[in-house]
């Protein structure tokens, strides 16, 4: 399998121009997966929930995960990214698992950090991803896939007394991380 990334500094509040920028980036990729950063089409720093309500999408009825899902029909790949959604009156920093026949699995982040506390809503979904079409072909119906946002748990090992349930990631042929944190000196 081939697994590619694409970083890049997102414009703010430009949902489109970001969503513009990827699929022109990667409409040349040669690869099997690829995986976007943390919140890439909204950017990451919100003023208030109110901002980031006017910014979130439902990823079931988003322009956004239809150009993404184009984009890997036409290049044959699969694509993990980070997402602004919004479900109901909840508000969620999620990871989605696209490919071509569209949105395949959702996580939502469950240990907020710092002000995402004031923005978002704690996931509410198993740690593994789920619901969606299913996966297709390049990666195994039956393979466990989680696609979302821990490294929380990769870079605090134990939050608020939870500790990582590393068992519950046996099996799984790769963990996918969009994530917006830098390190100190990266």
């Known amino acids: 399998m081939r697994v590619g990334y694409f970083q890049f500094r997102p414009r703010f509040g ?15 990729a040669d690869a099997d997966l690829v995986v976007l950063p943390e919140l890439p089409f909204t950017g990451y720093y919100f003023r208030n929930r109110s901002e980031l309500r006017k910014l979130a999408e439902d990823p079931r009825r988003s322009t956004t995960v239809e150009r993404l899902r184009d984009l890997c029909r036409q290049r044959g790949f699969r694509l993990v990214t980070g997402f602004a959604e919004k479900d109901g009156d909840r508000l969620f920093n999620s990871a989605l698992l696209i490919g071509p026949r569209g949105l395949a699995r959702t996580y939502r982040k469950i240990h907020l950090f710092d002000q995402e506390k004031r923005w978002f809503d704690p996931g509410d979904l198993p740690r593994s991803a789920h619901g969606g079409t299913g996966i297709d072909r390049g990666i195994r119906e039956d393979a466990q896939v989680v696609c979302g946002h821990i490294s929380y748990h990769l870079v605090f090992p134990c939050h608020d007394g939870l500790p990582v349930d590393i068992e519950g990631f046996n099996g799984c042929s790769g963990i996918l991380l969009p994530d917006h944190k830098v390190m100190a000196g990266s």
Do not use: S, T
């Not at 489109?16 to 920028?21: F, G, I, M, S, T």
């Open 14 to 28: 430009q949902i489109e121009k970001n969503c513009d920028r990827v699929v022109n980036a990667l409409a040349g």
